[in-house]
């Protein structure tokens, strides 16, 4: 059989346009199987090498850099069990987080054929409006220092009071929260659908989130079909060695 190629880190790295210290550095992290060493202490790396970097370039696009360092790391230690768990770990937060996406959408939905904020009778203390959204009252807290929700406190008592609008936009920031959309993000889309009294801007946002996750999932697909390339050679340059 024809043997492998010697290649340099500067012939791995041009394919990426990366550094050659780049290479050396992931092969270090371990997304590269350990490479030769001549006399000397330069590096050798063959085709198998190259196809690892191909690999992990892929799948950090879909799944992020520590997430493709994960896989790379299992693939390359043999670690099966530990691979495809962390594949299924990843596919579960791309569902979660499409199932957040729909929530927002249908909380958005929802807020377009709600009754107005003064209509809503009821005035809950912090307690009870964190119980009803299943978070801590520290939350609620640290949204008001956010400038996400503005309740008035009772008289008497100094009590803060949440009264429709305030239920209203913590109903929203629980489900952007839920989306990872960033506090300071979402006091600004609360801001305006209180100054505009509509969701035009969330919608926007949501339409740009969709997108971003679409195209996070085809890299993913894209990067699971490199890894499945990458584990055949992994397989063949085994069974040759041994």
Same mark, same amino acid.
């Given at each position: 059989?024809?043997?492998? #190629? /010697?290649?340099?880190? &500067?012939?791995? @790295?041009? !394919?990426?346009?990366?550094? =050659?210290?780049?290479?050396? *550095? %992931?092969?270090?992290?371990?997304?590269?199987?350990?490479?030769?060493?001549?006399?000397?202490?330069?590096?050798?790396?063959?085709?198998?090498?190259?196809?690892?970097?191909?690999?992990?370039?892929?799948?950090?696009?879909?799944?992020?850099?520590?997430?493709?360092?994960?896989?790379?790391?299992?693939?390359?230690?043999?670690?099966?069990?530990?691979?495809?768990?962390?594949?299924?770990?990843?596919?579960?937060?791309?569902?979660?987080?499409? #199932? /957040?996406?729909?929530? &927002?959408?249908? @909380?958005? !939905?929802?807020?377009?054929? =709600?009754?107005?904020?003064? *209509? %809503?009778?009821?005035?809950?203390?912090?307690?009870?409006?964190?119980?009803?959204?299943?978070?801590?009252?520290?939350?609620?807290?640290?949204?008001?220092?956010?400038?996400?929700?503005?309740?008035?406190?009772?008289?008497?008592?100094?009590?803060?009071?949440?009264?429709?609008?305030?239920?209203?936009?913590?109903?929203?920031?629980?489900?952007?929260?839920?989306?990872?959309?960033?506090?300071?993000?979402?006091?600004?889309?609360?801001?305006?659908?209180?100054?505009?009294?509509?969701?035009?801007?969330?919608?926007?946002?949501?339409?740009?989130?969709?997108?971003?996750?679409?195209?996070?999932?085809?890299?993913?697909?894209?990067?699971?079909?490199?890894?499945?390339?990458?584990?055949?050679?992994?397989?063949?340059?085994?069974?040759?060695?041994?």
């Amino acid at each position: 059989m024809k043997p492998s #190629r /010697t290649l340099r880190p &500067v012939d791995l @790295a041009r !394919e990426h346009a990366l550094s =050659a210290q780049a290479v050396r *550095n %992931y092969e270090d992290l371990g997304a590269l199987p350990p490479a030769e060493r001549t006399g000397s202490g330069y590096r050798r790396y063959t085709d198998l090498h190259a196809r690892a970097l191909r690999t992990f370039v892929a799948l950090r696009a879909g799944y992020g850099h520590q997430a493709a360092l994960d896989l790379m790391r299992s693939a390359n230690r043999d670690d099966r069990a530990a691979l495809y768990t962390r594949v299924d770990e990843l596919h579960a937060g791309f569902l979660h987080e499409r #199932r /957040t996406y729909a929530e &927002v959408a249908a @909380a958005l !939905e929802a807020l377009k054929t =709600a009754a107005p904020p003064g *209509n %809503y009778p009821e005035q809950l203390t912090v307690g009870q409006l964190a119980h009803r959204l299943g978070i801590h009252s520290a939350t609620l807290r640290q949204w008001e220092k956010a400038g996400i929700l503005q309740p008035p406190r009772d008289r008497a008592t100094g009590y803060r009071t949440y009264g429709g609008a305030d239920i209203r936009d913590a109903h929203l920031a629980r489900y952007l929260r839920k989306g990872g959309v960033p506090l300071r993000q979402v006091a600004s889309f609360v801001r305006e659908l209180r100054q505009a009294g509509d969701t035009e801007r969330m919608r926007t946002v949501l339409t740009d989130w969709g997108a971003r996750l679409s195209a996070r999932s085809r890299s993913a697909v894209h990067g699971v079909a490199q890894l499945d390339d990458y584990l055949t050679a992994l397989d063949h340059a085994r069974s040759e060695s041994r």
